[in-house]
């Protein structure tokens, strides 16, 4: 279906026909509450799997107004599900559980959940379930009609003026002003890239000859008097609108200003990638990238060490910067341990660049956007490129142990993970030692060493792509599904590669990883203070098989992609090409 | 007549229930539920709750046999149970499963044995008390004509004796109108 809900053809009957999907691995229930729904004039939906769910949802996207599942479930934690809807489809999330502790309920609403409900559920309060889902809508209409407003008042002004859209920041706790802002005016754009007049979100693409269109409009205006409603009448093109140059205008002002940053590095480094890296502590994207592609450029046949990323935590102004620091450094130290894919990485590396290059200068036009949207490309690009067919599946199974790599970092990094503390600590309040301990002691089982090191990479991983996201949105709470829910209009673009990657994280399966990762996400769902994670990352070191390693090593860089990976997606490609600013 | 009587039987073992603690809201809820779509929905879902608990609570035995005895995995088995018999509204089985939960939390191992044992007992009464009462009410929506007579008929007997604690058949027809009308019909 096209639209949820609210603006559906079923408006007029709303909330009947409300489609909800049920998930409790306890069939009693199941039946129970569907009969409930039912009653509600409700299309239920029921799965005692939350996979098999969570497939549902990504194969029937729109297919689904709201979720409801149970906390406590055998295959999946309830809050890892979650995130991943509230990630990937953005779709409110009711938990539902027989414990009605605080902190567990505290717990639900930090991950996200529009609701708590306490078992035995009565049907009152299931016919009342509709309220998230148009309270939802309500703020999308809200978000992008005050974004457009705002957009057509001030293009360059301040960060701080443009926090009146309270929703972007309701519950952040990153006090970066400068990152705020950057942030906010990314966001302004990306939210006006939306098609002003409608309540969906369809996203105005400025594809290559657009951009040129554009930037021929703006060189013959002339650069100091260009306005947004010149160059509208220059281009000529009928369906673009005057916000959607107005905020086009705003990022290609923010691309060039930081060009002429780059141009006088490029030079030394051979490489714009450097240049970003130490010029860059508000935009957490191509930092984090940076030592990607520093990796590929300055180390012959190998992702060598990025320089670059040993500045990064020593920046005490970006929490991102540390975490970026964290998350390139495994890499290194994989890719040290094994070599012999070395040359293959060479030989990718190079057209990595290139995209990553590009891609670089276009990282804070959509902050988000480009990072996601570079991690796709690379993610895509090196299995293309570099990695014959054999191993692909590898690639999808690897998944968990792309995380590794990260896990790694935080061992013989202790202050990178001290610095990852105080965004865990507001990313979960409840206390988190509770999972490390069995995590340790679990190391030392052969046969559950994987799965301990699958759970702390992955959890390591699961946090990754909260803080990757918390990067470009610092004001944000830092639960994903938070952030989705309240920035709904925010980078549809990312949020649907990122729904691609996550739906490709788990179909990734075939090997014991799958579960694995799951454990993961649930390991990481208890919370785990980077300390913690520290200390289990040496045992798990330990642990690591050599052939794992080996088996790893070639995917590192998958790692940085935070398993974002949409091989299926091929209309990725254009989406990033047509996001490049092609100077 | 018959029929009010078995209305009434049916109501008097369905307070006793209640009033014994045994069930609580929920599975007044679950009878709300009941309509014509559904005409047999809460002996389903009944039925279905013995079905599925009979793996929970084999699985915490299975646990508690272990040695030494993981509580943190106790305490989710039981969370589970719990949560299935709060779908019914099996109250008691819900108070012992509290109180084992209680005890994984203090890690008190024979504290968790002997509640196990009560859990299952209050498991076990209920199932049958619900069992009967199903065939009580099951005669009242049928007419208590679908049914052979004769099953009709010993079912109303056993029924009868439990009703009055009286230990033959006989004596208790004063009680009820055991003949159930058509129900005494053997076929």
Redesign the interface.
């Known amino acids: 279906m096209e639209t949820s809900g609210f603006y559906s053809p079923r408006t007029d009957t709303f909330p009947a026909g409300l489609r909800v999907l049920v998930v409790d691995?306890?069939?009693?229930?199941l039946?129970?509450l569907e009969?409930?729904l039912k009653?509600c004039s409700y299309e239920v939906t029921t799965s005692c799997l939350a996979r098999e769910a969570l497939d549902l949802l990504r194969e029937r996207k729109d297919g689904f107004d709201i979720v409801i599942s149970?906390v406590?479930m055998p295959d999946m934690d309830g809050f890892k599900l979650l995130e991943h809807v509230g990630l990937e489809m953005d779709l409110p999330v009711i938990m539902m559980?027989?414990?009605g502790e605080t902190s567990r309920v505290m717990k639900g609403v930090q991950h996200g959940a529009c609701d708590y409900l306490l078992?035995?559920i009565?049907?009152k309060e299931l016919r009342n379930i509709w309220q998230h889902v148009f309270r939802k809508k309500i703020h999308e209409v809200r978000d992008i009609e005050s974004h457009e407003g705002i957009e057509d008042i001030q293009i360059m002004k301040s960060g701080s003026d443009q926090s009146d859209d309270g929703y972007l920041f309701s519950g952040g706790n990153f006090a970066l002003g400068k990152k705020r802002k950057d942030y906010i005016e990314s966001k302004q754009d990306d939210k006006d890239f939306g098609d002003p007049s409608s309540l969906k979100k369809a996203r105005v693409v400025w594809t290559v000859d657009l951009h040129q269109k554009f930037v021929k409009a703006v060189n013959q205006i002339g650069f100091e008097k260009v306005g947004p409603k010149k160059i509208l009448d220059l281009m000529n093109v009928p369906w673009l609108t005057r916000e959607n140059v107005a905020s086009h205008l705003q990022k290609y002002r923010l691309y060039l200003s930081r060009i002429q940053k780059d141009n006088d590095l490029r030079a030394s480094f051979g490489g714009m990638k450097h240049s970003d890296l130490s010029s860059k502590d508000s935009d957490g994207i191509i930092g984090f990238q940076n030592p990607i592609m520093q990796q590929d450029g300055v180390v012959n046949g190998h992702y060598g060490i990025p320089r670059s990323i040993l500045v990064q935590p020593a920046n005490p102004k970006t929490y991102e910067g540390d975490l970026k620091g964290v998350i390139s450094l495994p890499m290194t130290e994989k890719r040290a341990q094994v070599g012999d894919t070395s040359e293959t990485h060479k030989a990718s590396s190079s057209s990595l660049n290139h995209s990553f290059g590009s891609l670089e200068r276009d990282a804070r036009y959509p902050a988000f956007d480009s990072t996601v949207q570079t991690q796709y490309s690379w993610g895509e690009e090196v299995p293309k490129v570099q990695f014959g067919q054999e191993h692909k599946p590898h690639l999808q199974s690897e998944n968990g142990f792309n995380h590794l790599p990260l896990l790694q970092v935080n061992n013989p990094q202790p202050s990178p993970s001290t610095e990852l503390i105080p965004f865990y600590k507001e990313r979960h309040k409840p206390a988190h030692v509770e999972v490390s301990p069995?995590h340790s002691t679990k190391c030392r089982n052969q046969n559950v060493r994987r799965e301990t090191l699958m759970e702390n990479a992955f959890g390591s991983f699961s946090v990754q792509p909260d803080i990757h996201t918390t990067n470009f949105k610092p004001s944000e709470p830092i639960a994903s599904p938070i952030w989705s829910n309240e920035t709904r209009g925010l980078d549809h673009i990312s949020i649907t590669h990122l729904e691609s990657a996550q739906g490709n994280l788990i179909p990734g399966r075939g090997s014991a990883f799958a579960s694995l990762n799951e454990d993961l996400h649930t390991f990481l769902q208890g919370g785990c203070s980077s300390t913690n994670l520290g200390l289990q990352n040496k045992e798990l070191l330990q642990c690591i098989d050599t052939e794992l390693i080996a088996e790893v090593s070639p995917y590192l860089y998958d790692a940085l992609r935070f398993d974002y990976e949409c091989s299926s997606d091929s209309n990725l490609y254009p989406v990033i090409d047509q996001g490049l600013f092609i100077a | 007549m018959e029929r009010n009587q078995l209305h009434r039987q049916v109501a008097n073992m369905r307070k006793s229930l209640f009033d014994q603690g045994f069930l609580d809201e929920q599975f007044i809820q679950l009878e709300e539920l009941q309509d014509d779509a559904n005409p047999n929905f809460v002996e389903e879902v009944v039925t279905l709750y013995y079905r599925d608990s009979t793996r929970l609570i084999l699985n915490i035995e299975q646990a508690l046999e272990k040695s030494p005895l993981d509580f943190t995995k106790l305490d989710s088995l039981m969370h589970q149970f719990k949560g299935s018999s709060s779908s019914i509204g099996a109250k008691k089985v819900k108070l012992e499963c509290t109180q084992f939960k209680e005890y994984c939390k203090a890690a008190n191992g024979e504290g968790c044995k002997r509640t196990f044992q009560q859990v299952k007992k209050e498991y076990g009464t209920l199932k049958k008390k619900i069992e009967v009462y199903f065939q009580v009410d099951g005669r009242r929506w049928l007419g208590g004509v679908a049914i052979s007579g004769g099953i009709a008929l010993r079912q109303w007997r056993r029924i009868n004796i439990r009703r009055d604690g009286t230990g033959k058949g006989a004596s208790s027809r004063s009680g009820v109108d055991w003949t159930g009308g058509i129900e005494v019909v053997r076929i």
Do not use: F, G, L, Q
């Open positions: 691995d306890d069939p009693t229930w039946k129970i009969k409930m009653k149970d406590n559980s027989v414990d078992k035995p009565r049907m069995s």
